[in-house]
């Protein structure tokens, strides 16, 4: 027996059942997924695109970004976050003080989670521009785009369709990294896996919804994905249809 009436059995404050408590926690990891990835693919692009340009400083300050965040523990930056950088930083410890735990809990997943997705984005974004022919860059410019606007509507545009699978696989990387917010104290839905799992020993049940939560969450990903690569495909590019 599956016991799935586990999950209409109120929690041991009376306020909510099981299975509401875990939706609780799915609500606070698409909230946290969704501003980290905002947030990545924003700072992602301009690192990408700097990377990309001939100016020695920000190569080098983009590279030595992405190379920090890239080698840093995931786990050891939400500690940094959380614990270490308010006890240095009067400024973010007066914040931390003033705001509820946890708002300040959620604002801190959303930025170590997305400074760490933007390095791995960034090297999705310097890759897409440096694939596409030089004549592209040449032929922006000799219409008379500034090298901005070269980037802005020659580049980019086609960079990203190239990237749109990575992008996916980064996306979906990004749902299943949340659950190490848990480790800061955010009710995500992990912390509500566990917390169920402690507290009721239907560990099964509990990791079991869980993973039908996440497999759910993860698919949309790749099926929404999959259609934007499908609506943007140039004919005859990059497997647009002909």
Same mark, same amino acid.
């Given at each position: 027996m599956l016991g799935l009436g586990i999950f209409l059995e109120d929690t041991p404050d009376g306020d909510t059942t099981w299975g509401m408590s875990l939706l609780s926690g799915l609500e606070y990891t698409l909230l946290l997924v969704v501003c980290a990835w905002v947030i990545a693919m924003v700072l992602g692009s301009v690192l990408g695109v700097?990377? &990309? &340009? #001939?100016? /020695? +400083?920000?190569v080098m300050l983009g590279n030595g970004y992405v190379e920090l965040f890239r080698n840093i523990p995931l786990l050891v =930056? +939400? %500690? *940094?976050?959380? %614990?270490?950088?308010?006890?240095?930083?009067?400024? *973010? #410890?007066r914040f931390a003080n003033a705001v509820d735990p946890g708002t300040f809990q959620i604002l801190t997943a959303v930025v170590c989670l997305g400074l760490f997705t933007a390095a791995r984005i960034a090297e999705q974004v310097k890759s897409g521009i440096q694939?596409?022919? /030089? $004549? =592209? &860059? %040449? @032929? $922006?410019? @000799?219409l008379g785009? &500034?090298?901005? =606007?070269t980037y802005r509507y020659v580049l980019l545009p086609m960079a990203y369709r190239i990237i749109i699978p990575p992008l996916t696989s980064e996306s979906m990387n990004l749902? #299943?990294?949340?659950?190490?917010?848990?480790?800061?104290?955010l009710t995500e839905l992990f912390f509500r896996t566990r917390e169920m799992g402690e507290m009721t020993f239907r560990y099964f049940a509990a990791f079991g919804a869980a993973t039908v939560l996440y497999v759910a969450v993860a698919f949309s990903i790749n099926r929404i994905m999959a259609w934007v690569? /499908? @609506?943007t495909a140039v004919p005859g590019y990059m497997g647009g249809s002909k």
């Open positions: 700097v990377r &990309t &340009t #001939k100016h /020695r +400083f920000w =930056q +939400f %500690f *940094l976050w959380y %614990f270490v950088l308010p006890s240095v930083i009067p400024p *973010l #410890k694939s596409l022919p /030089r $004549g =592209q &860059t %040449f @032929a $922006g410019l @000799a785009l &500034t090298p901005t =606007q749902v #299943k990294n949340s659950a190490v917010a848990y480790s800061i104290g690569e /499908r @609506a």
